[in-house]
């Protein structure tokens, strides 16, 4: 739970200080405020529980500064446009030469955790989204935690190694990957998008999982 905190939730907590100088839904936190994390719990007591998003970014975002995973896909948008987003939004770290996968994958699931108890989220709408590495990372989620997340959302994901990255693929425990994973989230409503042109992760990878979730 402390490379969870480290990974995740506290970069959250710091993001949230940086770009929520508003207060919606009965939420209060101000940038001079040191412990943001608190404030939000205590504002959001006594008011409906809100939906828990978890974000999964791409491969040029790993590191260790808990910024660059806001600055792409969702948590970008919620910079311009946070009144779109009625969610608690949890976007963690992936450490350097590191993917969703194993321990990361596990860090990642407890900042969420974490989040959901902190912040009073709604368990009946858990949902996980990511971009490239962070696609790949929603499959391992939903086998790593099936029945949590009421639905997911891919974006030029992947289950075997991409043309860059050999260690980038979905734990399937030595199953045939495709036919595994469809038979484990075909019950789930699923969102994936892929571009056609796409020479890193082949949209071929989208396109099989599609037909083993038809056939399933």
Known sequence: ??????????????????IADTPREG??????????????????????????????????????D?????????????????????????MPQCPDDSVFRG??????????????QEFHGDRDRLYVTGLSMGGYGVWQQLLDHPNVFAAAVTVSGGLTASADMADLFVDTKGHEPFGYVAQHVRQLPVWMFHGALDDVVPPVQDRTLVDSLRAA
């Open 27 to 64: 939420v209060r936190i101000e940038e001079s405020d040191k412990d943001g994390a608190k404030r939000v719990r205590d504002d959001m007591l006594g008011h409906r529980k809100l939906p828990v998003i978890l974000f999964m970014h791409g491969s040029g975002e790993r590191g260790s």
């Open 1 to 18: 739970l402390a490379r969870a905190r480290e990974l995740g939730y506290d970069a959250i907590a710091e993001e949230a200080l940086e």
């Open 103 to 116: 321990a990361v994958a596990q860090a990642a699931f407890a900042a969420l955790e974490k989040s959901v």
């Open 66 to 90: 808990g910024l660059k995973q806001t600055q792409v896909g969702m948590p970008s948008q919620i910079r311009w446009h946070r009144d779109w987003f009625n969610a608690i939004v949890v």
